[in-house]
């Protein structure tokens, strides 16, 4: 049975949850209009970086839960051109850094949540 798919935002369902209009959610966004807010619960519009994190610091809740449906999007997105670059990769008669690379990518494609693989020297 496949999975249900999920929507692309639940802003509207925590909004709800945590008792605020939609005018109150606007004022803690900075002033935006309420206006905004319907756009982006209807997804009529994607906000921002800054604002997507500030509703998730508004809901308590982590950006990937509130934007679930953009978020599995992207991961499809990534997990192809990860595969797609592996291959190129893999063509090439590699030295030591290739071959992490290959192997990162491997990981990337064989994790049930790829965001998840774990990042050697992150801090780079």
Same mark, same amino acid.
Do not use: W
């Given at each position: 049975?496949?999975?249900?798919?999920?929507?692309?935002?639940? %802003?509207? !369902?925590?909004?709800?949850?945590?008792?605020?209009?939609?005018? #109150? +959610?606007?004022? /803690?966004?900075? *002033?935006?209009?309420?206006?905004?807010?319907?756009?982006?619960?209807?997804?009529?519009?994607?906000?921002? %970086?800054? !604002?997507?994190?500030?509703?998730?610091?508004?809901?308590?809740? #982590? +950006?990937?839960? /509130?934007?679930? *449906?953009?978020?599995?999007?992207?991961?499809?997105?990534?997990?192809?051109?990860?595969?797609?670059?592996?291959?190129?990769?893999?063509?090439?008669?590699?030295?030591?850094?290739?071959?992490?690379?290959?192997?990162?990518?491997?990981?990337?494609?064989?994790?049930?949540?790829?965001?998840?693989?774990?990042?050697?020297?992150?801090?780079?």
């Amino acid at each position: 049975m496949p999975m249900a798919r999920s929507l692309p935002n639940y %802003l509207r !369902t925590f909004r709800r949850r945590v008792h605020l209009s939609q005018a #109150d +959610v606007a004022r /803690l966004l900075g *002033g935006s209009s309420r206006t905004t807010v319907v756009r982006h619960e209807t997804g009529a519009r994607v906000p921002s %970086l800054e !604002t997507a994190l500030a509703y998730a610091a508004i809901y308590g809740v #982590d +950006v990937r839960d /509130l934007f679930a *449906g953009h978020y599995e999007d992207r991961i499809a997105d990534v997990v192809a051109q990860a595969e797609v670059l592996r291959q190129m990769i893999s063509e090439v008669d590699g030295d030591e850094l290739t071959r992490r690379k290959v192997e990162t990518l491997r990981q990337l494609l064989e994790s049930p949540e790829p965001y998840l693989v774990p990042c050697e020297g992150a801090n780079e």
